[in-house]
C-alpha cells in the first residue's frame, strides 16, 4: 500500500515539474490540463481527480470545459492542483505559478506548508499544524482561507479525515503513524471565505442508485467502472448536461462547483502529501 502511495507520488512530481514550464501567457488550459491528465497515465498512474487549474480570485474546482479556448494572461496567478493515483492508493499536489507581480502571495503559501510539515510526527495533534500555517499566512500579512483545509487520503477517496484546518482551532485530532495527508493552505488578499460560482466541470459518485432513464443508468455504470468514487471531469464523458443534472438531482452524483474567494482577492495555494512518520512526515510529491 505505502509503495503504490510513494509511486503515485513519484510520478505527480515529475508530472508538475513538466507542466509548471506550460504555464504561460497565451496558452490554452486546457492544453495544460490534457497534458497532465495524459501525462499521468503515461508514467503508469491515473488521473485522481480532474487537473485543477484556478486562476486569480478563483481557488478550487476550476478544470476546463471540452474545446475550452480560454488562455492564461499576464499578471495571472495559477494554481495548479493535480492528483494521481495507482491502485487507487492517491497522491495530491499542488503549486501557484506567478504570472505577475505577486511573489509574497506566492511565498506565504509556500512557507506555510513548509512549516506545517515541519511539526509533523506521529502523536501531534492536527491543531499544532493548523497553528503553523495560520501563523505563517498571518505574519506574511495575509488571510488564509477559513473554508478550504487539508486533508487525508485514503483508497479511492481524494477527501478523507482528518481535516487540517488553515487557521487556529482549539482541538484536533491526533495524528498517528502511516496516515497519509495532504497539507494545502490556501492564501489570499481579499476576506478570506470562499463560495460556489456557478460554473461547475467536476463530479463523483457518490451512490449507486436505481435509475429508470437508460441512458442515465448507463452513465452511472461507466462512472462506477472507470472512476468508482473519484472525482471526474464532465469533459471525460459522453454525457448531456441533462443526465449529468438528472444524477446529481437524484443524489447519484455531487457536483463541484468552482470556489471562489468571495472578496475577489487573489488566492494563492501550496500542497504535499505527507506520510505520518514516528519522527517526522515523508514528503511524497
Known sequence: MIEKYIEAGKILRQVKEEAVKLIKPGV?????????????????AEPAFPCNISINSDAAHFTPKANDEREFKEGDVVKLDIGAH?????????????????????????????????????GVNT????????????????????????HGLDRYIA??????????????????????????????????KVAERSECEIFSLI????????????????????YKTLPFAKRWLKASDIILAK?????????????????????SQAEHTVIVEEDGARVIT
Not at 490554452?28 to 503508469?44: D, H, P, S, Y
Not at 482551532?169 to 502511516?178: A, F, R, T
Open 207 to 226: 451512490a449507486v442508485k436505481s435509475v429508470r432513464m437508460k441512458q442515465a443508468r448507463q452513465l452511472m455504470d461507466e462512472i462506477l467502472r472507470k
Open 127 to 150: 491543531a499544532e499544524v493548523s497553528e503553523a500555517i495560520f501563523n505563517t499566512i498571518t505574519e506574511f500579512g495575509f488571510k488564509p482561507v477559513i473554508n478550504l483545509t487539508g
Open 86 to 122: 495507482v491502485d487507487g492508493y492517491i497522491a495530491d499536489t499542488a503549486v501557484t505559478v506567478d504570472l505577475g507581480d505577486n511573489e509574497d502571495l506566492v511565498k506565504a503559501a509556500e512557507e506555510a506548508l513548509k512549516n506545517a510539515i515541519d511539526v509533523i510526527h506521529a
Open 247 to 267: 444524477l446529481v438531482r437524484e443524489g447519484v452524483l455531487r457536483a463541484y462547483p468552482v470556489l471562489a474567494e468571495v472578496g475577489k482577492g487573489l488566492v
Open 28 to 44: 490554452k488550459l486546457l492544453e495544460v490540463a490534457e497534458f497532465v491528465e495524459n501525462r499521468i497515465k503515461e508514467l503508469g
Open 159 to 192: 477527501h478523507a479525515p482528518p481535516t487540517i484546518y488553515n487557521v487556529k482551532i482549539d482541538k484536533g485530532v491526533e495524528l498517528k503513524e502511516g496516515m497519509v495527508i495532504a497539507i494545502e493552505p490556501f492564501v489570499t488578499n481579499g476576506v478570506g
